[in-house]
Nanobody
Framework: QAQLVESGGGLVQPGGSLTLSCAASGITFSVYAMGWYRQAPGKQRELVATITSAGTTSYADFVKGRFAISRDNAKNTVYLRMNSLKPEDAAVYYC?????????WGQGTQVTVSS
């Protein structure tokens, strides 16, 4: 069955960087669009970045210029490079694989930004 496993979260100081990974299995990864979402306590889950099967990327305004999404189809993995992290970036980050009505979510990885 399809499975998405995120990793790379942790504690980082403001201004620091982290790279999140999401490894997919059980799906034909290359045909799926992929997205990163985040959810902070007491807030709704929000879109952070997406990448299509063709590699076209898009970003939420609040991460433009700081975050970069990429994918490696040979490794069935999508990445989120996060630079210049701010305390307000702290959240559980989730990856999502989607094509037509087929949607899969990972379990999330915690990112904490604090000095």
């Amino acid at each position: 069955q399809a499975q998405l496993v995120e990793s790379g979260g942790g504690l980082v100081q403001p201004g620091g960087s982290l790279t999140l990974s999401c490894a997919a299995s059980g799906i034909t990864f290359s045909v799926y669009a992929m997205g990163w979402y985040r959810q902070a306590p007491g807030k709704q889950r929000e879109l952070v970045a997406t990448i299509t099967s063709a590699g076209t990327t898009s970003y939420a305004d609040f991460v433009k210029g700081r975050f970069a999404i990429s994918r490696d189809n040979a490794k069935n993995t999508v990445y989120l490079r996060m630079n210049s992290l701010k305390p307000e970036d702290a959240a559980v980050y989730y990856c999502k694989a989607y094509i037509f009505s087929s949607v899969y979510w990972g379990q999330g990885t915690q990112v904490t930004v604090s000095s």
